[in-house]
């Protein structure tokens, strides 16, 4: 391969990757100026980087609409691409405004936290335009890596650096998997570029005859579906989930999980439709298993953040259910889940921190108990989370789930709809659970700790305006959804 | 007023943003203003009961688009007919009788509760005025989150377990449902059907192996919210852990949303179904009838007694929906409404029994009727129509019923369900004679006071109604019946023709008897309903 250098340059279209340009810089710049801010005054970082993570929002919206390449085709403009980084962006604004409080009780408000949320950021936004399986590594590297370190981030904690050290020596492994995936792919197709993997899988007779593809498509799935904490790659999550401090926790659960579903959307859609079958088959297995296991482990949790990690693993679960329609109603419902699922969950755990204590992170769902009465307008947001996750109307989680099931019943897999939405009844136990605690039990303590600060109150405003507002009026959100997978 | 059925179904919202700026233990004030709530609601109802034509048209129809998105449209559809029509008018006449019910049982937490109540009376209404199959879902699910709220912050000692029961049970049973209507959308949209809209539903045609299936997920649904036997354990837990506003809720309205579902959705939609259906629904109406008057003649507690007569009184309902003729399901219908009524009225007793003596036990009473000679007379009156003494409104819907059953193909199921009106006499004449008469020996009954006025206020607008219905019932059926006879001309599939049609394409049309032309006409032709602006 002679690779003319001038004319690599000529394909550079800065404008593609600005949202990432922006928060890279920034990333870079917070950590210069770290240094020179007192300890005490880390909150401005966090205004900062929600300043950069904004514009990188307008940066991403204003090439809504407008196909673009760059680096050769190896990173794309495109509506999917778009859609994804706003839901990036919309976790990490949540995280950066839900940490500060959370990182100052447990005296670890490192300032390098806000740049590595923003490194993750660019690495889940990598992952979601990159067209090449390269520039998708290279995301994932850049996203797992930065995670590695944020669910260790409490350093003085065994919790958070068990956390950290079993995320990261499990996250490697599963990295082997997904390389030697790209390896076997490369191998037979002797391409890394997906939108030529596709036309070479195209001209194939019979790709799915060809097992070094088979094992290459499924390793490269497997390295994701690690990612997005699907069953039986499910294993870190709970222990990740409980020991990484909370609000990462928040982040973890909704970032890296869409970005997770971006580049598996990309992938399989675009260059392995030629499998179709073979892939449906292996995830119409997997989502009922995820489901399942998620669910039904969470019903017996006690541990309010390992509940909401096993919910996590159920709602990839859903997730996959669209996946295995892989039409236009299941992949867009896909988007727009993941966009609700960034809001109710992030808000959910912004509660968990504020009812949390100094030094007892890991509270569980008896704590909750009495709040309803002390806190009432605290408990009624967290209950509009935990309906919105467990799929009640009219929440944001119903029209998605309505969405995602749909599309599996438009294809036919009306079994598969079925199981979905039994699952979905037995994970209102959980739910309700926590309701049960925060409305039904009296008091046992005065919640006099309980302050809400402005930046986790503005977290608390945002989430729950996400979760409401469009379950009453969903149609915009997805359409845009609609808009977006239209174009993969 | 075009809109007034969303003026009416959104009104009780506005109250509850009302409330939310009324601080926190200024309960007059939140009762009050619930209260008032509520009766503007009524009375914003009045022009719709006067406006209301006879005929089987939907009226004060609102038709606009809603979400638009993908292989979906749903629209904000609303109106009512003549089978709506008084469900509605019960759940507006009822509401302000609960919010006067819990003016001093419920102490704590009034500003919740009052919001509770108020999101209630939204859902009920929502759903009984909407006419797009995902609007009804919404408004079905909905109505859970409160009542939920209501029984398990305000309720006895087993408040959580009856909370968490009554909610899965029901969510379970409702997304099952769900699944059904998805999967009916996609059938309508291969036969050209763009949205959701119940009426275009209705012309479609679907065979006769698809409707089964449909037609079970949605009447499972519906069937955990009548509650038919073997669903309803979640009722009895429910009705005697709720305070008494819920548990009058509960019975009088929400109950019906069951029967209505069957007579709106799960019949008309899928009518060989329903009528392939018919004697195993009518099968668990009478075991329903039959074993909750036995397991309510047992009970020790008043108020258990009164929550397994509503699943028998739901028996009969049920057995006269699925009778399929002008009688059966009138009278089903009219016993919906009696039902709402009389039930409601004995949970109201039981409430001011309960308030006085903290007790429901049936053998804690005795000879109350010499200490609250008001109460006992409003007890008796009430029990009478509970137990369908002529003259009293339970006699005609039950007469009805029975009528229907034995014209219908269903004539051994009425026979047997007749006997459950004698048990029904048993059951509750027994429990009023332990309660009323006899020795006045317990000293805690001696000091009893009678019932207060606000209590006689709230009571003397379901004992007028006793007797309105009893006596004069005209009124009510001649609303209902245009609506009715669609309803039994669209569902009725003679046995001959099931037999013919095995091809999927025709269900409906060639089954209509040539006697009802008009009401074919306007069943496969909506939109003059729409554009109608019926009287408004």
């Known amino acids: ?488 | 007023m075009s809109n007034i059925l969303s003026v009416m179904t959104f009104l009780p919202v506005v109250g509850v943003l009302l409330l939310l700026f009324i601080p926190k233990g200024n309960n007059g004030v939140l009762r009050s203003v619930a209260l008032v709530t509520t009766l503007v609601t009524f009375l914003v109802t009045l022009p719709v009961l006067t406006g209301f034509q006879t005929n089987a048209d939907f009226q004060f129809v609102e038709n606009v688009p809603w979400i638009a998105a993908g292989p979906f449209a749903m629209r904000y559809n609303i109106g009512i007919d003549g089978i709506s029509f008084w469900l509605v008018i019960l759940t507006n006449f009822i509401m302000p009788i609960a919010v006067l019910s819990t003016w001093t049982a419920v102490e704590e937490n009034v500003k919740e509760y009052m919001i509770c109540l108020l999101l209630l009376q939204t859902g009920m209404l929502g759903a009984f005025v909407s006419l797009d199959l995902f609007l009804f879902y919404i408004f079905w699910e909905v109505m859970l989150i409160p009542m939920y709220f209501i029984i398990g912050i305000w309720g006895g000692k087993n408040r959580v377990y009856a909370a968490v029961k009554f909610f899965i049970y029901t969510m379970a049973g409702s997304l099952l449902m769900l699944v059904a209507l998805i999967y009916l959308y996609f059938l309508g949209s291969k036969a050209g059907i763009t949205d959701f809209s119940l009426l275009h539903f209705f012309d479609l045609k679907v065979d006769p192996g698809t409707q089964t299936w449909l037609f079970a997920a949605f009447a499972l649904a519906f069937a955990i919210k009548v509650p038919m036997f073997p669903l309803h354990t979640w009722l009895p837990d429910a009705h005697t852990e709720a305070p008494t506003a819920g548990s009058v809720i509960l019975a009088a309205i929400m109950l019906k949303m069951g029967t209505y579902g069957y007579i709106r959705f799960a019949m008309p939609l899928f009518p060989q179904a329903a009528n392939q259906f018919a004697p195993v629904i009518a099968t668990l109406a009478v075991i329903g009838i039959i074993y909750a008057a036995l397991v309510a003649m047992v009970q020790e507690d008043v108020k258990k007694l009164v929550a397994y007569s509503s699943v028998a009184h739901l028996g009969f309902v049920m057995l006269g929906l699925f009778a399929l003729n002008e009688e059966g399901v009138t009278g089903a219908l009219l016993q919906n409404l009696n039902h709402g009524i009389s039930t409601g009225a004995l949970f109201l007793i039981v409430g001011f029994v309960y308030e006085r003596r903290h007790t429901r036990l049936i053998t804690d009473f005795g000879g109350l009727s010499k200490q609250m000679p008001i109460f006992a007379t409003i007890f008796m009156i009430i029990t009478l129509s509970s137990v369908a003494l002529p003259g009293t409104n339970g006699f005609v819907g039950e007469f009805l019923i029975l009528v229907g059953g034995f014209e219908s193909s269903l004539r051994w199921w009425t026979i047997v369900a007749s006997s459950g009106v004698i048990f029904a006499a048993v059951y509750m004449l027994w429990m009023f004679q332990r309660v009323m008469f006899g020795e006045l020996d317990n000293p805690k009954n001696q000091k009893l006071e009678d019932l207060n006025a606000r209590e006689i206020i709230i009571m003397i607008p379901l004992l007028i109604m006793v007797f309105v219905l009893g006596v004069y019932p005209n009124p009510f059926i001649e609303k209902m019946t245009p609506s009715i006879k669609k309803v039994i001309a669209h569902t009725r599939v003679e046995p001959v023709i099931t037999a013919k049609v095995a091809a999927p394409a025709e269900v409906t049309a060639p089954v209509v008897p040539a006697a009802t032309p008009a009401q074919h006409e306007s069943a496969t032709e909506p939109q003059p309903a729409a554009e109608k602006p019926a009287g408004h």
């Open chain 1, 1 to 488: 391969m002679d690779i003319n250098v001038a004319q690599l340059f000529q394909t550079i279209n800065l404008n593609v990757i600005m949202p990432e340009v922006i928060l890279s810089v920034l990333g870079m710049a917070l950590l210069l100026v770290n240094v020179f801010i007192p300890s005490k005054s880390k909150v401005y970082l966090a205004w900062l980087s929600l300043v950069g993570i904004v514009g990188a929002g307008f940066a991403a919206v204003s090439g809504w609409g407008i196909h673009l390449e760059s680096f050769s085709g190896s990173v794309v403009q495109d509506n999917f691409a778009i859609f994804f980084k706003l839901i990036f962006l919309v976790a990490a604004g949540l995280a950066v405004l839900i940490s500060e409080q959370y990182m100052e009780r447990e005296n670890c408000n490192h300032g390098e936290l806000y740049p590595i949320i923003l490194f993750t950021t660019v690495g889940m936004m990598l992952l979601a335009s990159g067209t090449d399986l390269m520039t998708i590594f290279l995301g994932l590297e850049l996203m797992s890596i930065s995670l590695y370190i944020l669910a260790g981030f409490n350093r003085d904690n065994i919790k958070s650096t068990e956390a950290g050290m079993k995320y990261f020596l499990l996250g490697a492994f599963s990295t082997g998997f997904l390389l030697y995936g790209m390896a076997l792919v490369y191998g037979v197709t002797g391409t890394t570029r997906i939108s030529k993997i596709a036309t070479l899988i195209s001209q194939m007779s019979n790709p799915a005859d060809n097992s070094m593809l088979l094992i290459g498509m499924f390793l490269l799935l497997t390295g994701f579906l690690f990612k997005i904490a699907a069953a039986p790659f499910h294993m870190w999550t709970p222990d990740v989930y409980e020991g990484a401090p909370t609000p990462m926790t928040a982040f973890m659960s909704a970032g890296p999980k869409a970005a997770g579903f971006a580049a598996m959307l990309r992938l399989l859609l675009v260059a392995f439709p030629a499998m179709k079958a073979e892939w449906t088959d292996l995830l119409w297995i997997l989502a009922v298993l995820t489901m399942t296991v998620g669910n039904f482990t969470a019903l017996r949790q006690d541990n309010i953040k390992r509940m909401l990690a096993y919910s996590s693993i159920a709602h990839a679960g859903y997730a996959l259910v669209g996946f295995v329609a892989a039409n236009a109603t299941g992949t867009s419902g896909i988007l727009f889940y993941m966009l609700s699922y960034a809001f109710m969950n992030i808000g959910a755990f912004a509660v968990i921190i504020l009812v949390g204590k100094q030094g007892e992170p890991n509270g569980t769902v008896m704590d909750f108990a009495g709040l309803g009465m002390k806190r009432p307008l605290l408990a009624a947001t967290m209950t509009l989370f935990l309906f919105s996750l467990a799929g009640m109307p009219p929440t944001a989680g119903f029209i998605g789930k309505f969405y995602l099931f749909s599309g599996a019943v438009q294809e036919g897999y009306i079994w598969l709809a079925i199981i979905g939405v039994l699952n979905s009844a037995a994970s209102v136990y959980y739910y309700l659970r926590v309701i049960v605690y925060m409305y039904f039990k009296p008091s046992e303590q005065e919640f006099e700790w309980v302050t809400v600060t402005a930046p986790i109150a503005l977290a608390l405003v945002v989430s729950a305006a996400g979760t409401l507002i469009p379950g009453i009026i969903p149609s915009y959100i997805l359409q845009f959804a609609q808009q977006a997978v239209k174009l993969i």
